[in-house]
């Protein structure tokens, strides 16, 4: 289907996006890789009054190791994290995220920025960035990944707010992305990460509720000596997931727990 | 308010003035005449649309036509030179990679742009590179032989057009 129309302009600076952000009012958009924004378009669930494109604003579009941290810039690609030695160094994990994300295509278009800022509560980066205790890194602020994820594509970014950064810890200890789900390309229907960093263990949950978890009673239980078998049960403690198309929550609860299970069993 | 859009498509140069809200597909198939190109889901996900631009294989229908500005596309009608046709697309012929032909010059533009960052890639290599496209007839035997066959043929013979029709002659 053909999108509603909309008012376009091209920002060269995060200010001028700002501005831009300013001048069009709240139902202006953000466009950097648009995989989410232009699909939702076209089946005009999403009519935005303008689209402010971001793509020519090369500062954005950056990894950088910054000692313990990594700091990937919000335009970065996909496939420029799956193939970055950087990241397939100090945070392999990402770099395996980055490989499941969509296809190809999608992978050459969609950006750390915009999976971040959309918050669809089966992206893949959400959840890396709040197991980890990642920060996002605006234009006015820098907020803790805890704090971002407010709701089912609700963030605390403010209307004329723009992702910039996205800053996680260097971890290169044992660690593994599963995504569930149907064939290659799709969302997850429920994904799990395990990474290993100082010596515990980082539990992340893809798609069982309206933003990412962290299975916080699964890493109590493996700081205290629990297998990764006994810690798993706890991976659906306190979930409430929506049943969809695809699954039912009690489906969901069960992926979580034996997902959890090999992704602990399977990290290398 | 309408947007200049100047591009070059398959090293001619056009320049036009559109909507934003003109997808990239419909440009190339309803401004330039490109109709190569399909158009096979109204979801992102069939591939169908596939092009190259600047080299990067995307999905024509979830790009618009402004954001196109200063790129170099290449779609399916620039993939054939002097009558002679690309050693991908030859192979698809060969090794009936196709039934229907719909999705076609979908999986020719992305399995070129999978040979240009993997020449010789595994069989997993080909199905994972050629995850973001749909057949719904053929199946994906033939296609992936197709793509073997098309990196064997341009490994090395791509310069070459008469050492090109000898390996497909072999």
Same mark, same amino acid.
């Given at each position: 289907m053909i999108p509603a129309a909309f008012e376009y302009a091209r920002a060269s600076s995060v200010e001028e996006a700002s501005k831009l952000l300013n001048k069009f009012g709240e139902d202006a958009k953000v466009l950097a890789g648009g995989h989410s924004l232009i699909p939702l378009m076209r089946l005009r669930l999403a009519q935005p009054t303008a689209l402010i494109d971001i793509n020519g604003i090369k500062e954005l579009d950056h990894i950088k190791e910054d000692g313990h941290k990594l700091r990937i810039g919000a335009l970065t690609r996909h496939v420029t994290i799956q193939n970055s030695s950087v990241v397939k160094d100090k945070l392999p994990l990402l770099a395996e995220i980055a490989g499941e994300v969509g296809d190809n295509q999608v992978r050459n278009m969609g950006t750390m920025g915009g999976v971040i800022a959309h918050a669809d509560a089966a992206g893949d980066y959400p959840t890396l960035a709040l197991m980890l205790d990642a920060e996002i890194v605006t234009n006015q602020r820098t907020i803790q990944a805890k704090d971002f994820f407010k709701d089912l594509f609700t963030t605390?970014?403010?209307?004329d707010e723009i992702v910039t950064e996205v800053v996680f810890p260097v971890a290169n200890g044992p660690h593994k992305y599963i995504k569930f789900r149907r064939?290659?390309?799709?969302?997850?229907i429920v994904g799990v990460a395990a990474q290993k960093m100082n010596g515990d263990w980082r539990i992340g949950l893809t798609n069982v509720g309206p933003t990412p978890v962290r299975a916080k009673a699964v890493e109590d239980a493996l700081k205290k000596g629990a297998k990764p078998e006994e810690a798993a049960q706890h991976a659906s403690d306190g979930l409430n997931p929506a049943g969809d198309l695809r699954a039912s929550p009690e489906y969901k609860k069960h992926l979580a727990r034996v997902l959890t299970k090999r992704a602990i069993q399977q990290s290398t | 308010m309408k947007h200049k859009v100047a591009t070059t498509v398959n090293g001619r140069r056009h320049e036009h003035e559109v909507e934003p809200r003109l997808l990239l597909v419909h440009y190339l198939r309803?401004?330039?005449?490109?109709? !190569?190109?399909?158009?096979? /889901?109204?979801?992102?996900? /069939? &591939?169908? %649309?596939t092009i190259l631009v600047d080299g990067q294989a995307v999905?024509? %229908?979830?790009?618009?036509?402004?954001?196109?500005? !200063?790129k170099s596309l290449t779609t399916i009608e620039g993939m054939a030179k002097d009558g002679e046709l690309h050693p991908i697309q030859q192979a698809f012929w060969d090794e009936h990679g196709l039934q229907c032909g719909y999705c076609t010059p979908g999986f020719i533009m992305a399995a070129s742009y999978l040979l240009s960052q993997n020449p010789n890639p595994t069989e997993d290599e080909i199905r994972k590179g050629l995850e973001g496209n749909l057949c719904r /007839?053929? &199946?994906y035997v033939n296609i992936i032989k197709a793509v073997q066959t098309a990196a064997k043929t341009m !490994? &090395? #013979?791509? #310069?070459k057009p008469s050492e090109r029709a000898a390996a497909r002659r072999s």
């Open positions: 605390s970014l403010g209307p064939r290659l390309f799709d969302w997850a | 309803d401004n330039l005449g490109l109709t !190569g190109t399909h158009i096979g /889901c109204d979801t992102s996900q /069939c &591939g169908a %649309c999905k024509s %229908c979830t790009m618009f036509a402004v954001q196109a500005e !200063g /007839c053929t &199946g !490994g &090395g #013979a791509e #310069a």
